[in-house]
Each structure stands twice: as structure tokens, then as C-alpha cells.
């Protein structure tokens, strides 16, 4: 695929706001036409007004978690130009709950958008692309996706199964001129905890530090360009892995020390 964007297909979801919106904006700043995607159309809107970029950028209403409505979205774009070049799944939710008071229906709820919500985006094309011979996936996981932290179980959980599928799908394609990508960032600073589902007492342990929205936007694109397997934005969370590969029973004690500090003063019954 080379360096350059210009005129490359892109497919992102999650697109209206957060890491996706800041993802359509640096696409479409490398002259890429982008199919930005989400479920409000009140969101895609304002995307339109804000990014609209001489016909480059096409919004479509769909949602990851519905079958029909993704099927309706892929063949729109394959009506509208053929198998995209690029396909960036985003889409996300997160949960923060400890792993006793989880609901089946919170889980259910984070791997459907955070795990199958990603196969509906992704397998659709992936014939298509290995047909072509050419191809770039790329998934948007986390750090947790590489260590499990307390209150995250679900989440965590979610984010490592894409792990095991991007193993297995680059594989498969292996040869085909299509490559797989994982860019995993911390904490970011978008809409996402605001939208995040909470059972019982929020989490209080300290964050990695916060990326901005257009720094992860920023990795997307670099990624885009590469045929790297993963990216693990920030320096803490480079440590984090590295230190979990090394001595994981280190790990397990300092987050435990960290859990038992937040906890004290807290209602045992919560």
C-alpha cells in the first residue's frame, strides 16, 4: 500500500466522536475518502458539518451490534466504490465493575459491541480484499487488552480477544498482501468514560496518563501506513507490558496493594 493515503478508502466506526471523529479528521487531512460510521445520525451530522471535505468523507448510520443494519452498511460500500483499503474498527464500549457484581447482561452488552460488533465490521471484507491482494485492518484495543486490571474484567476481556483473533486472522492472511494492526492506547481523554457502564463502586486506581484523542487518532494513521502488527502508545503503558511479561506476579501484587488502599474507608457491604 505504500506511504501514502491519498485516495485510499477508509472505513472507520465509532466515527462520531472520541478516537473515531479525531481518526476521520486525520484521514481525511491525508487526502483519504472516508466512510465514517456510528449509530447517530445526529452525530454523523456534525461530523458532515465539521470534516466535510470536498465528497471525501460519506456517513453512514449503522450499529455494530445489529447484524442486518452492518450487512445494509457493507453493501452500501461496496456499491459505492468496492472493498475498502483500509478498515478501521473502533467502535467500543466499557464497563467498570468488579468481576463478582458483573451482570450477564453488562457482559453480553461489552462483547457485543467490543468483540462481535469488530467481526461485523471487519470479515465482510476480508475476501474481498485477499481477492485484491491488497489490505490494511486495523483493530483499536488497549493496554488492557495485554494485562487485565482490577474492576475491567469484561472489558479487559473483551480487548484480549481481539488479541487472539488479529494472531489468528494474520495467519490466515498470511501472503495474501492483507496485514493486521493493533494500536492499544491507555487512558484516552474522549467521551468514552462518560458512556462507560458502571456496576456498583467506580474504580478510584490511578490512570496511566491520558492520550489525547488526536494522538491515538495520530498512531491510527502511522499505522495505517505500516505493516507493523501492534502499537502500545505510551511510555507507561510500554512498562506495564513489559513488567506483566516479565514478572506478572509482581504485577498482581502491586495492583492488589493499590486495590486494598482504595478500598479502605470503604462500606464493606459495597
Not at 484516552?188 to 457502564?197: G, P, Y
Request: charged content about 25%; some cysteine.
Amino acid at each position: 500500500m505504500g506511504t501514502s493515503l491519498k485516495d485510499r478508502r477508509v472505513l472507520i466506526t465509532g466515527a462520531s466522536a472520541g478516537i473515531g471523529k479525531a481518526s476521520v479528521r486525520a484521514f481525511l487531512r491525508e487526502g483519504a475518502a472516508v466512510y465514517g460510521v456510528a449509530r447517530s445520525r445526529q452525530g454523523l451530522d456534525t461530523l458532515e458539518t465539521e470534516l466535510g471535505v470536498a465528497g471525501k468523507l460519506t456517513t453512514i448510520v449503522a450499529d455494530v451490534t445489529d447484524a442486518g443494519s452492518m450487512q445494509a452498511l457493507v453493501e452500501q460500500v461496496l456499491a459505492d466504490g468496492g472493498v475498502p483499503d483500509i478498515v478501521v474498527a473502533n467502535a467500543g464500549i466499557g464497563l467498570d465493575a468488579r468481576f463478582s457484581r458483573t451482570s450477564d447482561e453488562a457482559l453480553r452488552s461489552v462483547f457485543e459491541v467490543n468483540v462481535f460488533g469488530v467481526v461485523r465490521t471487519v470479515r465482510p471484507f476480508i475476501h474481498g480484499m485477499t481477492d485484491r491482494g491488497s489490505g490494511r485492518v486495523l483493530l483499536i484495543s488497549s493496554i488492557v487488552g495485554k494485562r487485565g486490571t482490577p474492576h475491567y474484567a469484561a472489558y479487559s476481556g473483551s480487548k484480549f480477544a481481539l488479541h487472539g483473533m488479529a494472531d489468528a486472522l494474520r495467519v490466515e492472511l498470511w501472503g495474501t498482501g492483507v496485514t493486521v494492526g493493533l494500536v492499544c492506547p491507555s487512558s484516552t481523554m474522549t467521551e468514552f468514560q462518560q458512556r462507560l457502564i458502571r456496576e456498583g463502586p467506580a474504580q478510584k486506581l490511578k490512570r496511566p496518563r491520558r492520550h489525547s484523542a488526536e494522538s491515538v487518532a495520530d498512531a491510527v494513521v502511522a499505522m495505517a501506513r505500516s505493516r507493523k502488527r501492534e502499537k502500545i502508545l505510551s511510555s507507561e503503558a510500554n512498562l506495564l507490558h513489559l513488567a506483566n511479561t516479565v514478572a506478572p506476579g509482581l504485577v498482581d501484587r502491586v495492583l492488589a496493594r493499590m486495590l486494598k488502599n482504595k478500598r479502605e474507608g470503604e462500606d464493606p457491604s459495597t
